[in-house]
């Protein structure tokens, strides 16, 4: 019997944001706990599905914690996360494995990468044991990391749809050094430059060719995985950038060699990266959606995109539509989704139906926006909603609906508008903090445009403020 132990920590963290995420911002799951919850963490899922019916193996499942993408972590909650880890693992029987979920880029208060802490322990504690790792695609891969673990592999899709895929992916991994004897080596080449997100996505060239390259690599006998880790953008951090990465059978030159075939094949297309949406200032953005006359046409307030670790409380969009923009928008039927004011929240839900004077947004991000002061009513609240169990409220101005926030999560369902019962397919224009467009969304956009707003979550790069130089593209 193998004993294979598994867990993970998942969390992209902006270090342009001032928010510290803390441990009301998690979702966390201590042994047992992940398989009713394996849903929340995809990842996980991916792994435990392909261990279920190995019979000569045996998972040990330790912590499992994810949070929506947010500010670094506080220092002191993920010490406690990480005691836990190791807490329940000395309970357990000796692995003989780990495979890990987690994201690449999660950093803390004072320690940077998380995954290169807990890596070092691990390796520290267990200095023999192999550790496989599924990645996000945007994960800051670390020297260390690649000196502590035997194979990594992460996501090949953008927006992400495979995570459970790459879980699945690692556990394979594993298995073929468990079960089938094949010691595996894994090849990385760094390119120095920082990407956007919203200019690699793999429905869209060049990282669709590039994410095709990875397939046909996957299709030889003696590779395992092929990877493309884009690094993230919006964190100031030490080893950022683009990592080619190849796991091989034992194979330490092929490993190599396809690394760096990866990397020129990057390279050779460096130049090509842009908007897979039209993309133009804000005001512009809204005022050519605007006019549109097909609904609804979305506009993704890319700036403050809570997925991808902003405050999500920017006000410059609600500022635009209720004042220079105020007498277009009341000719339009116009949903904002939305902002997360916790406050907000609070003073509205007691005066459903009433006009009121109510003040949302500019209480985190105070560097690229203001608090706005909104005269409308509020029409609905509903609780408990999602899995981090966030209070919805929908305030009604002359100009816009907006969806308010008791948490910071992310607006990228339909989800959120079933629930607070806005028939949304009637709706001219909807207003989203995001960067390209989640699937829900593509499937019921008429048309889209991408608003290049400041903030945490900067599209053009050579607006924040990084301590180290960077090639940008």
Same mark, same amino acid.
């Given at each position: 019997m193998?004993?294979?132990?598994i867990?993970?920590?998942f969390?992209?963290?902006?270090t342009?944001?001032p928010?510290?995420?803390?441990q009301?911002?998690?979702l966390?799951y201590?042994?047992?706990e992940?398989?009713?919850?394996?849903?929340?963490y995809?990842q996980a899922r991916?792994?435990?599905e392909?261990f279920k019916?190995?019979?000569d193996c045996?998972?040990?499942p330790?912590?499992f914690?994810?949070a929506?993408?947010?500010?670094v972590?506080?220092?002191t909650?993920?010490l406690? =996360?990480k005691e836990?880890?190791?807490? %329940? $693992?000395? /309970?357990?029987?000796?692995?003989d494995?780990f495979v890990?979920a987690l994201? #690449?880029s999660?950093?803390?208060?004072? =320690?940077?990468?998380?995954e290169?802490d %807990? $890596?070092? /322990?691990?390796?520290?504690r267990?200095?023999?044991?192999?550790?496989?790792s #599924?990645?996000?695609?945007h994960a800051?891969i670390?020297?260390?990391m690649l000196?502590?673990?035997?194979a990594m592999?992460?996501?090949?899709t953008?927006?992400?749809?495979?995570a459970l895929?790459?879980?699945?992916h690692?556990?394979q991994?594993?298995?073929?050094?468990?079960?089938?004897?094949?010691?595996?080596?894994?090849g990385?080449?760094?390119?120095?430059?920082l990407?956007?997100?919203?200019?690699?996505?793999?429905?869209?060239?060049p990282?669709?060719?590039?994410i095709?390259?990875?397939?046909?690599?996957?299709?030889?006998?003696?590779?395992c995985?092929?990877?493309?880790l884009?690094?993230?953008?919006?964190a100031d951090?030490?080893?950022?950038g683009?990592t080619?990465?190849?796991?091989?059978k034992g194979d330490?030159?092929?490993?190599d060699?396809s690394?760096r075939?990866l990397?020129?094949?990057?390279?050779?297309?460096?130049?090509?990266?842009?908007?897979?949406?039209?993309?133009?200032?804000p005001?512009?953005?809204?005022?050519?959606?605007l006019?549109?006359?097909?609904k609804p046409?979305f506009v993704?307030?890319?700036g403050?995109n809570?997925?991808?670790?902003?405050?999500?409380?920017n006000t410059?969009?609600?500022s635009l539509l209720?004042g220079?923009?105020?007498?277009?928008?009341?000719?339009r039927k116009?949903?904002?989704a939305g902002?997360?004011?916790?406050v907000?929240?609070?003073?509205?839900?007691d005066r459903?139906n009433?006009?009121?004077?109510?003040?949302?947004?500019?209480?985190?991000?105070?560097?690229?926006?203001?608090?706005?002061?909104?005269?409308?009513?509020p029409?609905k609240l509903?609780?408990?909603?999602?899995?981090h169990?966030a209070?919805l409220?929908?305030?009604r101005t002359?100009?816009?609906d907006?969806?308010?926030?008791s948490?910071?999560?992310?607006f990228?369902g339909?989800?959120?508008f079933?629930a607070?019962?806005i028939d949304?397919?009637y709706i001219?224009?909807?207003?989203?903090?995001?960067?390209y467009?989640?699937?829900?969304f593509?499937a019921?956009?008429?048309?889209?445009?991408?608003?290049?707003?400041?903030?945490?979550?900067d599209e053009?790069?050579s607006?924040?403020?990084?301590?180290r130089?960077?090639d940008?593209v």
């Amino acid at each position: 019997m193998k004993n294979i132990a598994i867990g993970g920590f998942f969390h992209e963290s902006n270090t342009f944001n001032p928010i510290i995420t803390s441990q009301e911002d998690f979702l966390v799951y201590c042994g047992a706990e992940i398989y009713d919850n394996s849903e929340a963490y995809l990842q996980a899922r991916g792994i435990i599905e392909f261990f279920k019916d190995k019979p000569d193996c045996r998972l040990l499942p330790l912590v499992f914690a994810r949070a929506v993408p947010n500010g670094v972590v506080d220092k002191t909650l993920y010490l406690r =996360l990480k005691e836990k880890f190791f807490q %329940l $693992l000395d /309970e357990m029987p000796q692995p003989d494995i780990f495979v890990l979920a987690l994201h #690449g880029s999660m950093r803390v208060q004072e =320690l940077g990468s998380a995954e290169t802490d %807990l $890596l070092a /322990e691990i390796k520290f504690r267990y200095p023999s044991i192999p550790i496989i790792s #599924g990645l996000d695609m945007h994960a800051t891969i670390t020297d260390k990391m690649l000196q502590f673990t035997t194979a990594m592999v992460g996501y090949k899709t953008a927006p992400h749809l495979d995570a459970l895929e790459t879980g699945y992916h690692a556990a394979q991994m594993a298995y073929q050094i468990i079960s089938e004897g094949h010691a595996l080596c894994m090849g990385a080449v760094k390119i120095p430059c920082l990407i956007a997100g919203e200019k690699s996505e793999t429905d869209y060239p060049p990282m669709r060719g590039l994410i095709a390259e990875l397939h046909k690599l996957e299709e030889h006998d003696e590779i395992c995985a092929a990877s493309y880790l884009l690094g993230f953008p919006w964190a100031d951090a030490e080893e950022n950038g683009v990592t080619a990465l190849v796991v091989t059978k034992g194979d330490q030159q092929l490993a190599d060699s396809s690394a760096r075939y990866l990397a020129q094949k990057f390279l050779a297309v460096r130049q090509n990266f842009g908007f897979s949406s039209p993309a133009f200032a804000p005001q512009d953005a809204l005022r050519l959606a605007l006019q549109e006359t097909c609904k609804p046409v979305f506009v993704s307030d890319s700036g403050d995109n809570p997925t991808a670790g902003s405050t999500a409380d920017n006000t410059t969009l609600i500022s635009l539509l209720s004042g220079e923009l105020a007498e277009l928008a009341r000719t339009r039927k116009i949903l904002v989704a939305g902002i997360y004011d916790p406050v907000a929240v609070v003073a509205g839900k007691d005066r459903l139906n009433q006009v009121i004077s109510l003040d949302v947004g500019g209480r985190f991000d105070t560097q690229y926006c203001r608090p706005l002061t909104l005269v409308g009513k509020p029409l609905k609240l509903v609780a408990d909603f999602g899995l981090h169990k966030a209070s919805l409220l929908l305030f009604r101005t002359d100009e816009f609906d907006l969806i308010i926030t008791s948490k910071h999560i992310g607006f990228t369902g339909i989800q959120m508008f079933e629930a607070l019962e806005i028939d949304y397919l009637y709706i001219d224009l909807i207003v989203v903090k995001l960067g390209y467009l989640t699937e829900d969304f593509k499937a019921i956009a008429a048309k889209s445009y991408l608003a290049l707003s400041q903030g945490c979550t900067d599209e053009v790069l050579s607006r924040l403020a990084y301590s180290r130089a960077y090639d940008l593209v």
